[in-house]
Protein backbone atom coordinates (compact mmCIF):
# COMPACT_ATOMS: atom_id res chain seq x y z
CA UNK A 1 0.00 0.00 0.00
CA UNK A 2 3.02 2.19 0.29
CA UNK A 3 2.52 2.84 -2.97
CA UNK A 4 -0.47 5.17 -2.13
CA UNK A 5 2.00 7.68 -0.35
CA UNK A 6 0.23 10.58 -1.71
CA UNK A 7 0.41 13.66 0.69
CA UNK A 8 -3.55 14.41 1.77
CA UNK A 9 -3.40 17.27 0.13
CA UNK A 10 -2.52 16.13 -3.16
CA UNK A 11 -5.06 13.79 -2.31
CA UNK A 12 -7.53 16.78 -1.25
CA UNK A 13 -6.78 18.24 -5.57
CA UNK A 14 -6.71 15.34 -7.20
CA UNK A 15 -10.28 13.60 -5.40
CA UNK A 16 -12.01 17.54 -6.07
CA UNK A 17 -10.44 17.16 -9.54
CA UNK A 18 -12.02 14.23 -10.26
CA UNK A 19 -15.55 14.77 -9.20
CA UNK A 20 -15.98 18.11 -10.86
CA UNK A 21 -14.72 15.96 -14.08
CA UNK A 22 -17.41 13.75 -13.48
CA UNK A 23 -19.88 16.65 -12.85
CA UNK A 24 -19.24 18.20 -15.86
CA UNK A 25 -19.52 15.24 -18.04
CA UNK A 26 -22.78 14.63 -16.46
CA UNK A 27 -24.18 18.31 -16.34
CA UNK A 28 -23.00 18.98 -19.83
CA UNK A 29 -25.70 17.25 -22.26
CA UNK A 30 -28.21 18.74 -20.09
CA UNK A 31 -26.83 22.40 -20.63
CA UNK A 32 -26.41 21.42 -24.18
CA UNK A 33 -30.10 20.75 -24.69
CA UNK A 34 -31.07 24.19 -22.79
CA UNK A 35 -28.83 25.87 -24.82
CA UNK A 36 -29.74 24.75 -27.99
CA UNK A 37 -33.78 24.95 -27.36
CA UNK A 38 -32.91 28.64 -27.66
CA UNK A 39 -30.59 28.75 -30.56
CA UNK A 40 -30.88 29.13 -34.09
CA UNK A 41 -31.21 25.22 -35.14
CA UNK A 42 -28.82 26.06 -37.94
CA UNK A 43 -25.91 26.87 -35.34
CA UNK A 44 -26.63 23.91 -33.81
CA UNK A 45 -26.72 21.48 -36.62
CA UNK A 46 -23.64 22.43 -37.88
CA UNK A 47 -21.66 22.72 -34.86
CA UNK A 48 -21.63 26.34 -33.92
CA UNK A 49 -23.19 25.74 -30.54
CA UNK A 50 -21.19 23.85 -28.37
CA UNK A 51 -21.82 25.26 -24.71
CA UNK A 52 -24.02 28.63 -24.63
CA UNK A 53 -26.71 29.54 -27.12
CA UNK A 54 -26.24 31.03 -30.44
CA UNK A 55 -28.31 33.27 -32.17
CA UNK A 56 -31.08 33.29 -29.89
CA UNK A 57 -34.76 32.09 -30.78
CA UNK A 58 -37.66 31.32 -29.24
CA UNK A 59 -39.39 29.92 -32.29
CA UNK A 60 -38.83 26.34 -31.36
CA UNK A 61 -41.10 26.94 -28.01
CA UNK A 62 -43.85 29.09 -29.95
CA UNK A 63 -43.96 25.36 -32.33
CA UNK A 64 -44.15 24.14 -29.39
CA UNK A 65 -46.87 25.57 -28.03
CA UNK A 66 -48.65 25.28 -31.09
CA UNK A 67 -48.66 21.88 -31.59
CA UNK A 68 -51.78 20.56 -30.55
CA UNK A 69 -50.18 16.94 -30.18
CA UNK A 70 -48.31 17.83 -27.57
CA UNK A 71 -50.61 19.39 -25.83
CA UNK A 72 -52.82 16.83 -25.38
CA UNK A 73 -50.30 14.79 -24.13
CA UNK A 74 -49.46 16.98 -22.23
CA UNK A 75 -52.88 17.13 -20.69
CA UNK A 76 -53.04 13.19 -20.79
CA UNK A 77 -49.54 12.62 -18.77
CA UNK A 78 -51.04 15.25 -15.74
CA UNK A 79 -54.40 13.33 -15.49
CA UNK A 80 -52.57 9.86 -15.48
CA UNK A 81 -50.18 11.20 -13.15
CA UNK A 82 -52.17 13.18 -10.97
CA UNK A 83 -55.24 9.76 -11.25
CA UNK A 84 -52.38 7.36 -10.74
CA UNK A 85 -50.82 8.79 -7.39
CA UNK A 86 -54.00 8.95 -5.59
CA UNK A 87 -54.71 5.60 -6.27
CA UNK A 88 -51.18 4.72 -5.43
CA UNK A 89 -52.10 6.19 -2.18
CA UNK A 90 -55.19 4.58 -1.99
CA UNK A 91 -53.98 0.61 -2.45
CA UNK A 92 -50.54 1.36 -0.31
CA UNK A 93 -51.09 3.62 2.70
CA UNK A 94 -53.86 1.53 4.32
CA UNK A 95 -52.00 -1.88 3.56
CA UNK A 96 -49.05 -0.69 4.89
CA UNK A 97 -50.72 0.30 8.29
CA UNK A 98 -52.32 -2.96 8.43
CA UNK A 99 -49.14 -4.77 8.29
CA UNK A 100 -47.20 -2.38 10.34
CA UNK A 101 -49.94 -3.29 12.96
CA UNK A 102 -49.44 -6.48 15.55
CA UNK A 103 -53.54 -6.99 15.69
CA UNK A 104 -53.44 -8.51 11.95
CA UNK A 105 -53.20 -11.72 11.95
CA UNK A 106 -51.28 -14.00 9.52
CA UNK A 107 -48.90 -11.22 8.91
CA UNK A 108 -46.56 -13.96 7.54
CA UNK A 109 -48.64 -14.97 5.02
CA UNK A 110 -49.42 -11.33 3.75
CA UNK A 111 -46.05 -10.25 3.56
CA UNK A 112 -45.15 -13.74 1.68
CA UNK A 113 -47.79 -12.48 -0.38
CA UNK A 114 -46.79 -9.58 -1.70
CA UNK A 115 -43.01 -10.28 -1.64
CA UNK A 116 -43.03 -13.37 -3.54
CA UNK A 117 -44.38 -11.07 -6.46
CA UNK A 118 -40.65 -9.84 -6.44
CA UNK A 119 -38.93 -13.09 -7.13
CA UNK A 120 -41.68 -13.96 -9.82
CA UNK A 121 -44.64 -12.83 -11.77
CA UNK A 122 -45.96 -14.07 -14.72
CA UNK A 123 -44.30 -11.99 -17.42
CA UNK A 124 -45.58 -9.14 -20.09
CA UNK A 125 -47.81 -11.42 -21.90
CA UNK A 126 -49.99 -12.77 -19.24
CA UNK A 127 -50.50 -9.67 -17.83
CA UNK A 128 -51.27 -8.06 -21.43
CA UNK A 129 -54.03 -10.90 -21.45
CA UNK A 130 -55.43 -9.92 -18.13
CA UNK A 131 -55.64 -6.20 -18.94
CA UNK A 132 -57.14 -7.12 -22.41
CA UNK A 133 -59.70 -9.55 -20.75
CA UNK A 134 -60.48 -6.88 -17.86
CA UNK A 135 -61.27 -4.44 -21.33
CA UNK A 136 -59.21 -2.29 -20.08
CA UNK A 137 -57.08 -1.64 -23.32
CA UNK A 138 -57.03 1.66 -24.62
CA UNK A 139 -58.37 3.40 -21.43
CA UNK A 140 -56.70 5.52 -18.80
CA UNK A 141 -57.18 2.21 -16.50
CA UNK A 142 -54.27 0.78 -18.22
CA UNK A 143 -52.24 2.97 -17.24
CA UNK A 144 -52.47 3.70 -13.94
CA UNK A 145 -53.99 0.09 -12.45
CA UNK A 146 -51.30 -2.33 -13.62
CA UNK A 147 -48.44 -1.39 -11.46
CA UNK A 148 -49.68 0.76 -9.20
CA UNK A 149 -48.38 -0.66 -6.46
CA UNK A 150 -44.67 -2.21 -5.51
CA UNK A 151 -43.89 -4.75 -2.76
CA UNK A 152 -41.01 -2.37 -2.45
CA UNK A 153 -43.21 0.58 -1.63
CA UNK A 154 -45.41 -1.59 1.05
CA UNK A 155 -42.35 -2.41 3.20
CA UNK A 156 -40.70 1.13 2.81
CA UNK A 157 -44.21 2.52 3.95
CA UNK A 158 -45.09 0.00 6.72
CA UNK A 159 -41.39 0.41 8.02
CA UNK A 160 -41.98 3.99 8.37
CA UNK A 161 -45.25 3.28 9.82
CA UNK A 162 -43.68 1.14 12.65
CA UNK A 163 -41.28 3.56 13.21
CA UNK A 164 -43.16 6.52 13.56
CA UNK A 165 -46.70 5.44 14.82
CA UNK A 166 -45.76 4.53 18.65
CA UNK A 167 -48.36 1.23 19.73
CA UNK A 168 -49.23 3.46 23.13
CA UNK A 169 -51.12 5.59 21.18
CA UNK A 170 -52.51 3.63 18.98
CA UNK A 171 -53.98 1.21 22.16
CA UNK A 172 -54.83 4.47 24.21
CA UNK A 173 -56.96 5.34 20.92
CA UNK A 174 -58.29 2.14 20.92
CA UNK A 175 -59.35 2.18 24.22
CA UNK A 176 -60.95 5.45 24.30
CA UNK A 177 -63.27 3.51 21.38
CA UNK A 178 -61.84 4.41 18.16
CA UNK A 179 -61.87 2.68 15.14
CA UNK A 180 -58.71 1.75 12.92
CA UNK A 181 -60.43 4.15 10.23
CA UNK A 182 -60.75 7.15 12.29
CA UNK A 183 -57.72 6.07 13.73
CA UNK A 184 -56.10 5.92 10.31
CA UNK A 185 -57.26 9.34 8.78
CA UNK A 186 -57.31 11.25 11.85
CA UNK A 187 -53.81 10.11 13.52
CA UNK A 188 -51.54 7.88 11.63
CA UNK A 189 -51.95 10.10 8.06
CA UNK A 190 -51.10 13.61 9.54
CA UNK A 191 -48.11 12.10 11.55
CA UNK A 192 -46.96 10.73 7.70
CA UNK A 193 -46.71 13.38 5.72
CA UNK A 194 -43.04 13.00 5.15
CA UNK A 195 -43.84 8.97 3.72
CA UNK A 196 -46.81 10.20 1.97
CA UNK A 197 -44.84 12.96 -0.19
CA UNK A 198 -41.84 10.06 -0.35
CA UNK A 199 -44.47 8.23 -2.06
CA UNK A 200 -46.44 10.62 -4.09
CA UNK A 201 -42.98 11.84 -5.29
CA UNK A 202 -41.87 8.61 -6.74
CA UNK A 203 -44.41 7.08 -8.16
CA UNK A 204 -45.52 10.34 -9.66
CA UNK A 205 -42.05 10.53 -11.64
CA UNK A 206 -42.44 7.17 -12.82
CA UNK A 207 -45.66 7.47 -14.00
CA UNK A 208 -44.38 10.92 -15.79
CA UNK A 209 -41.87 9.19 -17.84
CA UNK A 210 -42.73 6.07 -18.45
CA UNK A 211 -44.11 4.95 -21.96
CA UNK A 212 -44.13 1.65 -22.04
CA UNK A 213 -47.68 0.75 -20.59
CA UNK A 214 -49.11 3.44 -23.22
CA UNK A 215 -47.01 1.75 -25.93
CA UNK A 216 -49.10 -1.50 -25.35
CA UNK A 217 -51.88 -0.56 -23.64
CA UNK A 218 -53.41 2.45 -26.05
CA UNK A 219 -54.33 2.40 -29.58
CA UNK A 220 -56.19 6.25 -30.01
CA UNK A 221 -53.68 8.90 -30.40
CA UNK A 222 -56.33 11.53 -28.70
CA UNK A 223 -55.50 9.24 -25.06
CA UNK A 224 -51.31 9.02 -25.69
CA UNK A 225 -49.30 10.48 -22.56
CA UNK A 226 -46.71 13.07 -23.53
CA UNK A 227 -43.92 9.83 -23.37
CA UNK A 228 -45.38 8.58 -26.94
CA UNK A 229 -46.01 11.91 -28.59
CA UNK A 230 -41.91 12.39 -27.56
CA UNK A 231 -41.01 9.09 -28.90
CA UNK A 232 -42.48 10.16 -32.11
CA UNK A 233 -40.61 13.39 -32.50
CA UNK A 234 -37.52 12.70 -30.92
CA UNK A 235 -37.11 9.26 -31.92
CA UNK A 236 -39.25 8.15 -34.93
CA UNK A 237 -38.81 11.52 -36.48
CA UNK A 238 -41.99 12.07 -37.30
CA UNK A 239 -42.32 16.03 -36.12
CA UNK A 240 -44.09 17.76 -38.68
CA UNK A 241 -46.67 20.24 -40.23
CA UNK A 242 -49.69 18.05 -38.11
CA UNK A 243 -49.74 20.61 -35.87
CA UNK A 244 -52.19 23.83 -36.11
CA UNK A 245 -50.15 25.43 -38.96
CA UNK A 246 -50.80 22.14 -40.58
CA UNK A 247 -52.78 24.75 -43.16
CA UNK A 248 -49.80 26.07 -44.47
CA UNK A 249 -48.02 22.18 -44.44
CA UNK A 250 -48.50 22.19 -48.33
CA UNK A 251 -46.62 24.80 -48.98
CA UNK A 252 -43.89 24.24 -46.20
CA UNK A 253 -40.68 23.54 -47.78
CA UNK A 254 -38.65 20.81 -47.08
CA UNK A 255 -35.90 22.71 -45.62
CA UNK A 256 -38.34 24.06 -43.93
CA UNK A 257 -39.70 20.91 -42.00
CA UNK A 258 -36.23 20.21 -41.36
CA UNK A 259 -35.74 23.73 -39.59
CA UNK A 260 -38.77 22.89 -37.50
CA UNK A 261 -38.63 19.31 -36.47
CA UNK A 262 -34.81 20.30 -35.08
CA UNK A 263 -36.36 23.27 -33.53
CA UNK A 264 -38.85 21.29 -32.33
CA UNK A 265 -36.87 18.76 -30.94
CA UNK A 266 -34.79 20.66 -27.97
CA UNK A 267 -37.75 23.03 -27.13
CA UNK A 268 -39.73 20.07 -26.30
CA UNK A 269 -37.84 18.13 -24.30
CA UNK A 270 -37.30 21.23 -21.80
CA UNK A 271 -41.20 21.08 -22.11
CA UNK A 272 -41.77 18.09 -21.26
CA UNK A 273 -39.06 17.54 -18.19
CA UNK A 274 -40.06 21.32 -16.93
CA UNK A 275 -41.90 19.97 -14.17
CA UNK A 276 -39.65 17.90 -12.58
CA UNK A 277 -36.67 20.23 -13.23
CA UNK A 278 -38.67 23.04 -11.51
CA UNK A 279 -39.44 20.73 -8.30
CA UNK A 280 -36.54 18.69 -8.13
CA UNK A 281 -33.82 21.17 -6.39
CA UNK A 282 -36.96 21.60 -3.66
CA UNK A 283 -37.46 17.61 -3.10
CA UNK A 284 -34.43 16.63 -3.49
CA UNK A 285 -34.13 15.76 0.08
CA UNK A 286 -37.62 13.85 -0.25
CA UNK A 287 -36.01 11.86 -2.97
CA UNK A 288 -32.90 11.10 -1.23
CA UNK A 289 -35.18 10.20 2.04
CA UNK A 290 -36.90 7.82 0.07
CA UNK A 291 -34.16 6.00 -1.35
CA UNK A 292 -32.73 5.71 2.56
CA UNK A 293 -35.89 4.56 3.98
CA UNK A 294 -36.15 1.79 1.09
CA UNK A 295 -32.35 0.82 2.23
CA UNK A 296 -33.20 0.05 5.83
CA UNK A 297 -33.13 -3.61 6.41
CA UNK A 298 -34.91 -5.25 9.05
CA UNK B 1 -44.43 -12.45 16.93
CA UNK B 2 -45.20 -14.65 20.18
CA UNK B 3 -48.64 -13.31 20.22
CA UNK B 4 -49.14 -14.15 16.53
CA UNK B 5 -48.06 -17.82 16.64
CA UNK B 6 -49.97 -18.28 19.81
CA UNK B 7 -53.13 -16.81 17.88
CA UNK B 8 -52.49 -18.96 14.94
CA UNK B 9 -52.17 -21.90 17.30
CA UNK B 10 -54.79 -20.74 19.41
CA UNK B 11 -58.99 -21.51 19.60
CA UNK B 12 -61.41 -20.19 17.02
CA UNK B 13 -63.22 -18.34 19.17
CA UNK B 14 -59.64 -15.62 19.72
CA UNK B 15 -59.53 -15.32 16.60
CA UNK B 16 -63.20 -14.43 16.14
CA UNK B 17 -63.05 -11.79 18.39
CA UNK B 18 -59.60 -10.37 17.09
CA UNK B 19 -61.61 -10.58 14.03
CA UNK B 20 -64.22 -8.83 15.23
CA UNK B 21 -62.56 -6.28 16.65
CA UNK B 22 -59.84 -5.58 14.20
CA UNK B 23 -62.23 -6.02 10.91
CA UNK B 24 -61.03 -2.75 9.37
CA UNK B 25 -57.40 -3.77 9.40
CA UNK B 26 -58.47 -6.41 7.10
CA UNK B 27 -60.22 -4.32 4.43
CA UNK B 28 -57.42 -1.58 4.57
CA UNK B 29 -55.76 -5.21 2.60
CA UNK B 30 -58.20 -5.14 0.84
CA UNK B 31 -57.19 -2.93 -2.18
CA UNK B 32 -53.76 -4.78 -1.75
CA UNK B 33 -54.99 -8.06 -1.72
CA UNK B 34 -57.15 -7.37 -5.31
CA UNK B 35 -54.31 -5.92 -7.01
CA UNK B 36 -51.75 -8.26 -5.93
CA UNK B 37 -54.28 -11.30 -6.52
CA UNK B 38 -55.03 -10.23 -10.42
CA UNK B 39 -52.34 -8.48 -11.97
CA UNK B 40 -49.70 -10.91 -10.61
CA UNK B 41 -51.06 -14.14 -9.40
CA UNK B 42 -53.91 -14.15 -12.23
CA UNK B 43 -50.62 -13.73 -14.73
CA UNK B 44 -48.97 -16.55 -12.73
CA UNK B 45 -51.76 -19.12 -13.28
CA UNK B 46 -51.69 -17.48 -16.89
CA UNK B 47 -48.33 -18.69 -17.62
CA UNK B 48 -49.59 -22.23 -18.48
CA UNK B 49 -50.45 -20.91 -21.66
CA UNK B 50 -46.33 -21.14 -22.38
CA UNK B 51 -47.33 -25.10 -22.49
CA UNK B 52 -50.62 -24.47 -24.34
CA UNK B 53 -51.80 -23.42 -27.87
CA UNK B 54 -53.49 -20.45 -26.45
CA UNK B 55 -56.81 -18.81 -28.67
CA UNK B 56 -58.80 -16.32 -26.82
CA UNK B 57 -62.08 -17.51 -28.03
CA UNK B 58 -61.21 -20.79 -25.87
CA UNK B 59 -59.62 -18.97 -22.65
CA UNK B 60 -56.53 -19.95 -21.04
CA UNK B 61 -58.56 -23.05 -19.49
CA UNK B 62 -60.13 -24.11 -22.53
CA UNK B 63 -57.28 -23.95 -25.01
CA UNK B 64 -55.50 -27.06 -25.71
CA UNK B 65 -52.14 -28.42 -23.87
CA UNK B 66 -49.29 -28.76 -26.42
CA UNK B 67 -46.60 -29.51 -23.46
CA UNK B 68 -42.51 -28.21 -24.65
CA UNK B 69 -43.74 -27.20 -28.13
CA UNK B 70 -42.92 -23.39 -28.13
CA UNK B 71 -39.76 -24.02 -26.01
CA UNK B 72 -38.63 -26.21 -28.80
CA UNK B 73 -39.51 -24.32 -31.27
CA UNK B 74 -37.24 -21.05 -29.43
CA UNK B 75 -34.52 -23.18 -28.79
CA UNK B 76 -34.17 -24.54 -31.82
CA UNK B 77 -34.79 -21.40 -34.02
CA UNK B 78 -31.40 -19.48 -35.58
CA UNK B 79 -32.48 -16.72 -33.62
CA UNK B 80 -32.06 -18.27 -30.24
CA UNK B 81 -28.22 -18.46 -29.93
CA UNK B 82 -28.21 -14.46 -30.65
CA UNK B 83 -31.04 -13.55 -28.33
CA UNK B 84 -29.23 -15.12 -25.34
CA UNK B 85 -25.80 -13.88 -26.24
CA UNK B 86 -26.99 -10.44 -26.84
CA UNK B 87 -29.05 -10.61 -23.40
CA UNK B 88 -26.11 -12.01 -21.49
CA UNK B 89 -23.58 -9.53 -22.69
CA UNK B 90 -25.74 -6.58 -22.52
CA UNK B 91 -26.23 -7.53 -18.52
CA UNK B 92 -22.58 -8.65 -18.23
CA UNK B 93 -21.33 -5.34 -19.35
CA UNK B 94 -23.53 -3.15 -17.27
CA UNK B 95 -22.44 -5.84 -13.95
CA UNK B 96 -19.12 -4.80 -15.12
CA UNK B 97 -19.56 -1.48 -14.33
CA UNK B 98 -21.35 -2.08 -11.02
CA UNK B 99 -18.20 -0.51 -9.33
CA UNK B 100 -18.13 3.11 -10.00
CA UNK B 101 -21.16 4.54 -8.20
CA UNK B 102 -19.04 3.27 -5.14
CA UNK B 103 -15.92 5.29 -6.34
CA UNK B 104 -17.80 8.48 -7.04
CA UNK B 105 -19.01 7.84 -3.47
CA UNK B 106 -16.11 7.52 -2.15
CA UNK B 107 -15.44 10.10 -3.56
CA UNK B 108 -17.97 12.36 -2.47
CA UNK B 109 -17.34 11.41 0.62
CA UNK B 110 -13.62 12.59 0.99
CA UNK B 111 -14.75 16.47 -0.05
CA UNK B 112 -14.14 18.62 2.12
CA UNK B 113 -15.96 21.43 0.68
CA UNK B 114 -19.67 21.37 2.15
CA UNK B 115 -20.72 23.14 -0.31
CA UNK B 116 -19.03 21.78 -3.39
CA UNK B 117 -20.06 18.48 -2.16
CA UNK B 118 -23.98 19.38 -2.53
CA UNK B 119 -23.78 21.25 -5.74
CA UNK B 120 -22.42 18.43 -7.00
CA UNK B 121 -24.64 15.51 -5.67
CA UNK B 122 -27.35 17.82 -7.03
CA UNK B 123 -25.97 17.80 -10.28
CA UNK B 124 -25.33 14.45 -11.06
CA UNK B 125 -28.44 13.05 -9.50
CA UNK B 126 -30.38 15.05 -11.95
CA UNK B 127 -30.31 12.72 -15.16
CA UNK B 128 -32.07 9.97 -12.69
CA UNK B 129 -35.47 12.15 -13.68
CA UNK B 130 -34.93 12.20 -17.31
CA UNK B 131 -37.19 9.69 -19.17
CA UNK B 132 -35.50 6.98 -21.05
CA UNK B 133 -37.45 8.60 -24.18
CA UNK B 134 -36.04 11.93 -23.60
CA UNK B 135 -32.53 10.26 -22.83
CA UNK B 136 -32.94 8.52 -26.20
CA UNK B 137 -33.94 11.35 -27.78
CA UNK B 138 -31.12 13.11 -27.13
CA UNK B 139 -28.93 10.38 -28.14
CA UNK B 140 -30.42 10.87 -31.54
CA UNK B 141 -29.64 14.29 -31.53
CA UNK B 142 -25.96 14.08 -30.16
CA UNK B 143 -25.04 11.09 -32.19
CA UNK B 144 -26.96 12.24 -35.72
CA UNK B 145 -23.82 11.37 -38.40
CA UNK B 146 -24.87 14.71 -39.99
CA UNK B 147 -25.79 17.25 -37.55
CA UNK B 148 -24.50 15.71 -33.99
CA UNK B 149 -22.44 17.31 -32.26
CA UNK B 150 -20.31 14.32 -31.70
CA UNK B 151 -19.64 13.84 -35.09
CA UNK B 152 -18.65 17.45 -35.83
CA UNK B 153 -16.11 16.53 -33.02
CA UNK B 154 -14.93 14.08 -34.81
CA UNK B 155 -14.52 14.97 -37.87
CA UNK B 156 -12.91 18.70 -36.83
CA UNK B 157 -10.46 15.79 -35.23
CA UNK B 158 -10.06 14.62 -39.05
CA UNK B 159 -12.02 11.47 -38.36
CA UNK B 160 -14.97 10.24 -40.55
CA UNK B 161 -18.15 10.48 -39.07
CA UNK B 162 -19.63 7.25 -37.36
CA UNK B 163 -23.36 6.07 -38.04
CA UNK B 164 -23.71 5.21 -33.89
CA UNK B 165 -27.23 4.62 -34.12
CA UNK B 166 -26.93 2.15 -36.68
CA UNK B 167 -23.59 0.23 -36.25
CA UNK B 168 -24.02 -3.14 -34.42
CA UNK B 169 -20.67 -2.96 -32.94
CA UNK B 170 -21.57 0.81 -31.23
CA UNK B 171 -24.93 -0.52 -29.72
CA UNK B 172 -23.80 -2.02 -26.48
CA UNK B 173 -21.14 0.42 -26.11
CA UNK B 174 -23.45 3.55 -26.09
CA UNK B 175 -26.89 1.79 -24.25
CA UNK B 176 -24.48 0.99 -21.29
CA UNK B 177 -22.82 4.19 -20.76
CA UNK B 178 -25.70 6.59 -21.86
CA UNK B 179 -27.12 4.05 -18.01
CA UNK B 180 -24.48 4.99 -16.41
CA UNK B 181 -24.59 9.04 -17.54
CA UNK B 182 -28.18 8.32 -16.31
CA UNK B 183 -27.78 6.76 -12.71
CA UNK B 184 -24.12 7.08 -11.61
CA UNK B 185 -25.04 10.14 -9.50
CA UNK B 186 -28.34 8.77 -8.20
CA UNK B 187 -26.14 5.08 -7.27
CA UNK B 188 -24.50 6.89 -4.99
CA UNK B 189 -27.17 7.65 -2.04
CA UNK B 190 -27.28 4.26 -0.72
CA UNK B 191 -23.57 3.98 -0.41
CA UNK B 192 -23.13 7.25 1.15
CA UNK B 193 -25.60 6.72 3.57
CA UNK B 194 -23.45 3.65 4.37
CA UNK B 195 -20.35 5.72 4.92
CA UNK B 196 -21.79 8.18 6.84
CA UNK B 197 -22.04 5.02 9.11
CA UNK B 198 -18.94 4.36 9.33
CA UNK B 199 -17.13 4.62 13.36
CA UNK B 200 -15.16 7.94 13.45
CA UNK B 201 -12.95 5.91 16.00
CA UNK B 202 -11.38 3.78 13.42
CA UNK B 203 -10.57 6.61 11.56
CA UNK B 204 -8.75 8.53 14.68
CA UNK B 205 -6.99 5.29 15.40
CA UNK B 206 -5.56 5.00 11.75
CA UNK B 207 -4.65 7.96 11.20
CA UNK B 208 -2.68 7.87 14.67
CA UNK B 209 -1.06 5.31 13.56
CA UNK B 210 0.02 7.25 10.26
CA UNK B 211 -2.70 6.12 7.62
CA UNK B 212 -3.03 7.90 4.44
CA UNK B 213 -6.04 9.06 3.17
CA UNK B 214 -6.24 6.45 0.38
CA UNK B 215 -5.21 3.62 3.10
CA UNK B 216 -7.89 4.34 5.26
CA UNK B 217 -10.71 4.55 1.97
CA UNK B 218 -9.30 0.68 1.46
CA UNK B 219 -8.71 -0.62 4.74
CA UNK B 220 -11.76 1.04 6.65
CA UNK B 221 -14.00 2.75 4.29
CA UNK B 222 -14.39 -0.19 1.94
CA UNK B 223 -15.05 -3.08 4.23
CA UNK B 224 -16.93 -1.02 6.08
CA UNK B 225 -19.85 -0.44 3.47
CA UNK B 226 -19.08 -4.05 2.28
CA UNK B 227 -22.35 -5.58 3.30
CA UNK B 228 -24.73 -2.66 1.30
CA UNK B 229 -22.34 -3.62 -1.56
CA UNK B 230 -23.28 -6.98 -1.68
CA UNK B 231 -26.91 -6.87 -0.92
CA UNK B 232 -27.08 -4.25 -3.95
CA UNK B 233 -24.85 -6.66 -6.15
CA UNK B 234 -27.41 -9.53 -4.98
CA UNK B 235 -30.46 -7.14 -6.10
CA UNK B 236 -28.44 -6.58 -9.18
CA UNK B 237 -28.31 -9.91 -10.70
CA UNK B 238 -31.89 -10.57 -9.35
CA UNK B 239 -32.99 -7.84 -12.18
CA UNK B 240 -30.18 -9.80 -14.38
CA UNK B 241 -31.39 -9.88 -18.10
CA UNK B 242 -34.33 -7.50 -17.57
CA UNK B 243 -32.79 -4.26 -17.20
CA UNK B 244 -33.11 -1.67 -19.06
CA UNK B 245 -35.07 -3.52 -21.91
CA UNK B 246 -37.50 -0.22 -22.55
CA UNK B 247 -34.94 1.57 -23.71
CA UNK B 248 -33.10 -1.10 -25.87
CA UNK B 249 -36.55 -1.30 -27.42
CA UNK B 250 -36.17 3.05 -28.51
CA UNK B 251 -32.67 2.52 -29.66
CA UNK B 252 -33.49 -0.70 -31.44
CA UNK B 253 -33.43 -0.53 -35.63
CA UNK B 254 -33.30 -2.84 -38.16
CA UNK B 255 -29.85 -1.93 -38.40
CA UNK B 256 -28.39 -2.07 -35.04
CA UNK B 257 -30.87 -5.47 -34.38
CA UNK B 258 -27.90 -8.32 -34.78
CA UNK B 259 -26.37 -6.36 -31.15
CA UNK B 260 -29.79 -4.98 -30.16
CA UNK B 261 -32.15 -7.96 -30.32
CA UNK B 262 -32.39 -9.33 -26.71
CA UNK B 263 -34.74 -12.05 -25.52
CA UNK B 264 -37.29 -9.09 -24.10
CA UNK B 265 -37.72 -7.17 -27.26
CA UNK B 266 -38.38 -9.92 -29.11
CA UNK B 267 -41.22 -11.30 -26.82
CA UNK B 268 -42.48 -7.92 -27.37
CA UNK B 269 -42.57 -7.94 -31.20
CA UNK B 270 -43.71 -11.98 -31.12
CA UNK B 271 -46.21 -11.46 -28.29
CA UNK B 272 -47.76 -8.24 -28.66
CA UNK B 273 -47.06 -6.99 -31.86
CA UNK B 274 -47.58 -10.42 -33.54
CA UNK B 275 -49.70 -11.67 -31.48
CA UNK B 276 -48.47 -15.44 -30.76
CA UNK B 277 -49.20 -15.60 -27.29
CA UNK B 278 -48.54 -18.94 -26.17
CA UNK B 279 -44.60 -18.99 -27.63
CA UNK B 280 -43.93 -15.47 -26.24
CA UNK B 281 -44.94 -16.43 -23.08
CA UNK B 282 -42.60 -19.28 -23.48
CA UNK B 283 -39.86 -17.17 -24.33
CA UNK B 284 -40.86 -15.11 -21.11
CA UNK B 285 -41.26 -17.54 -19.28
CA UNK B 286 -37.64 -19.34 -19.90
CA UNK B 287 -36.15 -15.96 -19.03
CA UNK B 288 -37.63 -15.34 -15.71
CA UNK B 289 -36.59 -19.12 -14.61
CA UNK B 290 -32.98 -17.55 -15.84
CA UNK B 291 -33.62 -14.76 -13.56
CA UNK B 292 -34.54 -17.05 -10.35
CA UNK B 293 -31.90 -19.72 -10.80
CA UNK B 294 -29.41 -16.61 -10.97
CA UNK B 295 -30.55 -14.73 -7.75
CA UNK B 296 -30.83 -18.01 -5.90
CA UNK B 297 -27.33 -19.10 -6.89
CA UNK B 298 -25.78 -15.96 -6.36
CA UNK B 299 -27.66 -15.50 -2.78
CA UNK B 300 -26.41 -18.67 -1.34
CA UNK B 301 -23.11 -17.89 -2.81
CA UNK B 302 -23.23 -14.53 -0.72
CA UNK B 303 -24.44 -16.06 2.18
CA UNK B 304 -21.75 -18.72 2.13
CA UNK B 305 -18.48 -16.09 1.30
CA UNK B 306 -19.91 -13.29 3.18
CA UNK B 307 -22.90 -14.03 5.75
CA UNK B 308 -24.59 -10.80 3.99
CA UNK B 309 -28.02 -12.26 1.86
CA UNK B 310 -31.36 -11.41 1.30
CA UNK B 311 -32.72 -14.58 2.56
Do not use: C
Not at chain 1, 68 to 91: E, M, P
Not at chain 1, 173 to 184: T, V
Not at chain 2, 57 to 67: A, K
Amino acid sequence: MSKFSLSDKAFDRLNFLFVLLITIIIIYPLIFVISASISDPHAVNTGKMWLWPVDVTFEGFQRVFQNDAIWIGYKNTIIYTVVGVIVHLFVLLPAAYALSRKELMGKKAWLWFILFTMLFNGGLIPTYLVVRNLQMLDTMWAIVIPGVVGAWSILVARTFFQQTIPDQLVEAAKIDGASDIYLFFKVVLPLSMPIIAVMALFHGVALWNQYFNALIYLRTEDKFPLQLILRQILILNEVSADSASSAAGSAQSFADQIKTASLVKYAVIIVSALPLLIVYPFLQRFFVKGVLIGSVKE
Amino acid sequence: MAKDQSIQRGKRATIKKSFQRNWQLYLFMMPVFLYFFIFHYIPMYGVQIAFKDYFATLGIWGSEWVGFEHFERFFSSYYFWRLLKNTIILNLYMLVLFPLPIILALAFNELRNGAFKKWTQTLTYAPHFISVVVVVGMLVAFLDPNTGLINHLLRALGIDSIPFLTSPDWFRHIFVWSGQWQTLGWSTIIYLAALAGVNPELHEAAKVDGATRMQRILRINIPSIMPTIVILFILNIGNFMQIGFEKVLLMQNTLNSETSDVIQTFVYETGILEGQYSFAAAVGLFESAINIVLLITVNQIARKVSENSLW
